[in-house]
């Protein structure tokens, strides 16, 4: 296991970190990606989404959120109000599990400081942990309320809401999707 620290990563920078998942062997999923998927969208952003782990189709192209979830993702983004200089999209863990399993706890551990020097390169306002995976990385076991959101040790503010996957099954979820997010508004307008 190398031992990265948070600073050392970003001091390297985000092509530095790049490099650094990209010849990451630090848990066994290294052993069945095809890509490791490490973030979209603006460098300098208000809002960073945190979601889970690369599906199929992110695992086939090295792009995050850009199948049926995206989809999804794509909607909530229109619903806020954003453009593409106010966001941008990472996961907790940048490699595939098999079959979509959800990722284990040694292997967020092993992401972290990846995940940790993303957030300090981006430096957000606004942290949108999407599902609860993401709220795992973050708040060390404790839960945080659908919606309601954390100010961090007054730097920026964590808000747990709905990952876009749960949006496909459960239609009416959007509604309350739209609700969570309407009540929050006031963080990125
Ligand atoms: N689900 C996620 O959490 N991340 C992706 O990139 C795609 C689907």
Redesign the pocket.
Known sequence: MTIRTVSELVEQGFEGIENEISICTDCQLHKTVTNR?ISKGSRSPKIVFV?????K??DETGI????R??KNLDAMVAYMGLSEDDYS?I?TIKCRPPNNRNPLKSEINACKPFLQAQIKLLNPKVIIL??N?AEKAFCNGEKLDWGAPRIVDGKYTLLKIY???ALIYQRSRIEEQNTLIDNNRHLWE
């Open positions: 998927v979601g889970e782990a690369p599906g189709n992110e995050p959120f850009c199948g979830a995206g999209v996961n999407l599902g995976t990952h876009p996957a």
